[in-house]
């Protein structure tokens, strides 16, 4: 137990798995925060009387590895830097406490909102769509699964929230490594915050990271991935929010 997690267990208290179907928020609007990590403590106070901290089997932290898709001229990549909407992200995504992988379509529809659906895979190498895959994800997008490569690898740290009345998901992801061949890339002293809800609305959450002046932005995992690693890849709309938020924080190879 590292003292991250002590700290959670002496501070919030917990929820259990089979409590938060409610918040699931499979289909939802996201708000993203980037902010220092030594921020979390005094958010995690802040919090603990409106909200309680996930736990599975003891452990309140949870490490995610999730690997992503994309064509060959990463198409779905250049959706997200042009801004349009009714665009995906196709990955899998693990979870190493529970030992499940899922693999997941996310969608941002024409209303900007999140929609999200996957299928439990026993796909070990996670490189290449088995057929019950690409059934799925050409039953639920027009996406062609032939023309889907893999194309880089994240890993990271979560501690989730949920406030009382499981309306609002907060998520809170750390220690963000990248990987792609040989390459690794690790933000050490950057958290990322999600506050997750099916309608937007002002919470605990948002009033302290108000009043933290942080203010809500951020470039997807997946996109901040692609600016990190392909650069012949267009990220020029990206580029003034990338210098202002990421680049401040240590980038640890």
């Not at 919470?203 to 991935?225: D, E, H, N, Q, V």
């Amino acid at each position: 137990m590292n003292d991250l997690e002590a700290f959670l267990i002496r501070t919030i208290p917990s929820i259990q798995l089979e409590e938060i179907n409610s918040a699931s928020l499979m289909n939802r609007k996201d708000d993203k925060y980037v902010v220092n990590k030594s921020l979390i403590s005094e958010m995690i106070v802040d919090l603990s009387k409106n909200y309680k901290v996930l736990e599975i089997n003891s452990k309140r932290i949870f490490r995610y590895h999730s690997t992503y898709f994309d064509t060959d001229d990463f198409r779905l990549y250049k959706m997200h830097h042009s801004g349009k909407l009714n665009r995906y992200k196709i990955r899998y995504r693990s979870y190493f406490d529970s030992n499940s992988t899922f693999f997941e379509i996310k969608q941002k529809d024409n209303h900007g909102r999140t929609l999200k659906s996957r299928i439990e895979t026993e796909n070990d190498k996670k490189l290449i769509l088995n057929s019950e895959e690409t059934k799925y994800l050409e039953s639920n997008t027009p996406l062609n699964a032939k023309e889907l490569q893999y194309k880089l690898a994240v890993e990271y740290d979560r501690i989730t929230l949920v406030n009382i009345d499981k309306t609002e998901r907060i998520t809170i992801d750390l220690n963000l490594t990248y990987k792609i061949k040989n390459n690794i890339e690790c933000f050490s002293d950057m958290a990322i915050v999600e506050v997750k809800q099916e309608n937007k609305t002002n919470t605990p959450a948002k009033i302290f990271l108000k009043k933290s002046k942080i203010r809500m932005g951020g470039i997807s995992k997946y996109c901040l991935g692609v600016i990190l690693f392909f650069e012949n890849i267009n990220h020029n709309r990206f580029k003034h929010k990338y210098n202002k938020i990421y680049k401040p924080f240590k980038l640890v190879s």
